[in-house]
């Protein structure tokens, strides 16, 4: 008789094996065994003490967790109706589980009580800091999850979470569906000034249909060449109307995300007044560094009124460049990247087609690798695990002891292909935990998604700059996750940190993007081999600013749509109108009135970043002002890779996790609390 992948977890999960009729048989098992779980510690038989809490509920609800993430992790990235069907069939139990988990009088009252007796123990007898950090994590979150509500209120309060949950899903769907969903077959002549690559894989992909032509997708290594490099302007018209109405009214009724925007707020606004307070915005703070929505949009405000000048000053150059030199009278929104390319082409003298020959895959890696492992002192080597994609890869972090000790392994997933959610991202697979049940340290792992266009032929990736910052972005989140060293699970690697500190290790690893040192090993010609020349790297600094006004403005006003929308009664019935009111504010461009950005917003609506999308912004005076620790250290000799810095980096900020505050992580390694200095320099702001 086989055996169901999903209940091993003796080791890595067997991804190779994970099939859509696994996923029911195991939900079953898993969570009977959760709810007897939760039975047995509500009960008189287990005390109210950390580790007997955590021998009889941790180690099944983490088995739950890993099993249920695996078969998520597949829906992003191997979806098939077939196993879209299972998820959504256990969507909803799973969801139920842990809203009830959650908001269990009982258990809360067991927490209480262990957090009561604290104050009554010897300081050696007391929790460690970071159980105690864990122990308030957990009494806060069963004051948001509804704990102390009663009857009907508390019954409204877990069919919510049912509700959110099964929306937020379908709001993903509905993106995923409409990206893969269109096609448009452009001539030779449509494609003059796209790439050669870019065509040479849009010809195969007609070829492979029985075409002629060139299939153009909604898939951002397609997308994002032909909005820059098409010259024929009718065309890059029909992507951008294509893209920035993916999932709403203008296209196919079964995939608009109008009315689910409008549940979801709705719903979050209810939940929010279920448990006192005003907003949803409001209870999304609570574990937040920010005090308050409006803290948020008075930083947001701040931040746009230094910008605005900078904005305002990047549109002017470019439409005056747009319309002298291209000919271009009335710029529109699908001429802006097109014109801002030749703008940059014709001010800087390179283009980002010519960078990108340098960047090629196998090698922005090992520059990579040999970054982490010079700042960082571990080794990062290949390793073998199932996968569930052949151009998947997966490799181990060590680091030297009594022999080479784990510390922790990734899967690297790095191209676009159907049935993969669009977007980069880490997620993780397991924490670092030392399980009460066999006293044994598991070590954590990740999974670092990307969507890079593939090699064409037998030729590498090439990247291009912006995709080397996404990968190294995502690469930060995966070492706060990976360099822990705390051993409790609730506040080990990434678990516990604040949402809007989350992005510091990320936002940090982008710096190194931009050093000469870095970029000499990150570099060799697809062709020659050769390593990028200096003149083009300072080309690229001087462009490194090349509208950070614009784009700072762009972020804020994603920011500050989000929080408004879940700041402000009555919005669920003003989306759009909130959307335009932001663009008034701090916008310099409008799109146009056709445009539906939020219809695919699925950071907020289905990514976890609801009233945090400020988040971005938030952290990244954090992580200018961390790594502005390692320009004051550069030396002529290394640069800004000080390994003494490095440690301190590490210890400070990946190893202790969310065992501590953000603030007192950011202290213990600066000295002082974060100025914003260090950002606006770096954005040519200061």
């Known amino acids: 008789m086989s055996t169901n992948p999903l209940l091993d977890t003796t080791g890595l999960p067997l991804f190779d094996q994970i099939k859509p009729e696994h996923v029911t048989p195991a939900m079953d098992e898993l969570l009977a065994q959760a709810d007897a779980a939760l039975e047995k510690v509500t009960g008189p038989s287990v005390p109210a003490d950390y580790d007997a809490l955590s021998l009889v509920l941790d180690v099944i609800t983490e088995q739950l967790g890993r099993a249920w993430g695996a078969v998520g992790h597949l829906n992003s990235v191997a979806d098939t109706p077939e196993l879209r069907a299972a998820y959504n069939e256990n969507l909803p139990r799973v969801t139920e589980f842990y809203t009830r988990l959650g908001s269990d009088e009982r258990l809360y009252a067991k927490y209480k009580a262990l957090h009561q007796a604290q104050a009554d123990l010897p300081v050696h007898e007391q929790l460690s800091p970071a159980r105690a950090r864990a122990l308030d994590n957990a009494l806060r979150g069963f004051v948001l999850g509804g704990a102390e509500l009663q009857g009907e209120a508390k019954a409204r309060f877990a069919a919510i979470q049912e509700q959110q949950a099964a929306l937020s899903q379908a709001f993903s769907e509905h993106v995923m569906d409409a990206t893969d969903g269109f096609s448009f077959y452009a001539s030779t002549e449509e494609m003059s000034g796209v790439p050669q690559d870019v065509q040479d894989a849009t010809r195969a992909a007609a070829q492979a249909e029985g075409k002629d032509g060139h299939k153009l997708t909604l898939h951002m290594p397609c997308y994002l060449p032909v909005m820059q490099y098409a010259t024929h302007r009718p065309l890059r018209e029909v992507l951008y ?39 949803f915005a409001d209870v999304s703070l609570v574990p937040k560094m920010a005090q308050s929505p409006q803290q948020v949009m008075d930083f947001l405000r701040d931040l746009a009124r230094r910008a605005r000048p900078y ?160 990968l190294f972005h995502e690469f930060g989140h995966g070492l706060h996750h990976m360099l822990t060293q705390v051993n409790d699970i609730g506040v080990s690697g990434i678990s516990g940190v604040e949402w809007d500190a989350v992005e510091l290790p990320s936002q940090f690893m982008e710096n190194f993007c931009w050093e000469w040192g870095v970029v000499q090993q990150l570099t060799s010609h697809v062709d020659s081999g050769e390593s990028l020349p200096r003149a083009l790297f300072d080309k690229m600094l001087a462009a490194r600013n090349f509208q950070s006004g614009m784009q700072t403005l762009r972020q804020i006003e994603f920011s500050l749509f989000d929080m408004r929308i879940h700041a402000e009664p009555g919005s669920d019935q003003r989306i759009q109108a909130v959307a335009d009111e932001v663009r008034q504010e701090v916008s310099v461009h ?36 961390a790594y502005a620790a390692f320009e004051e250290a550069a030396t002529p000799d290394q640069g800004v890779l000080n390994a003494e810095v490095g440690r301190r980096y590490r210890e400070a900020i990946l190893e202790a996790g969310g065992s501590r505050s953000a603030m007192e992580n950011f202290k213990a390694f600066r000295g002082r609390e974060p100025q914003i200095d260090a950002l606006l320099r770096h954005q040519g702001m200061a």
């Open 590 to 625: 409008i799109p146009p009135a056709f445009n539906r950005f939020q219809h695919s917003f699925s950071h907020i609506f289905a990514g976890g970043y609801s009233a945090g999308y400020y988040s971005y912004k938030w952290a990244e005076v954090l992580s200018a002002d």
């Open 241 to 279: 109307r294509a893209y920035a109405t993916r999932a709403s009214e203008f296209g196919d009724a079964a995939r608009d995300n109008s009315a689910l925007m409008q549940q979801l707020l709705s719903l979050r606004q209810e939940e929010a007044q279920l448990l006192g307070y005003g907003s």
């Open 311 to 470: 904005g305002e000053k990047d549109m002017a150059e470019l439409r005056e460049f747009a319309r002298t030199e291209l000919g271009l009278e009335d710029l529109q929104s699908w001429d802006i990247a097109f014109a801002s390319e030749k703008l940059k082409e014709a001010r800087y003298a390179f283009s980002e087609q010519e960078v990108k020959q340098y960047f090629t895959e196998p090698t922005v890696l090992k520059g990579l690798f040999g970054l982490i492992e010079k700042l960082f002192d571990v080794r990062i080597v290949p390793d073998s695990a199932p996968v569930w994609h052949e151009s998947v890869r997966f490799f181990r972090i060590e680091r030297d002891g009594a022999g080479p000790q784990l510390v922790g392994q990734f899967y690297l997933d790095p191209y676009a292909r159907p049935g993969k959610r669009p977007g980069a991202w880490m997620d993780d697979v397991r924490g670092r935990w030392t399980r009460p049940d066999n006293h044994v340290t598991q070590t954590p792992v990740a999974h670092l998604v990307c969507n890079f266009a593939k090699g064409v032929g037998d030729k590498p990736a090439l990247l291009p700059h912006d995709d080397v910052i996404t």
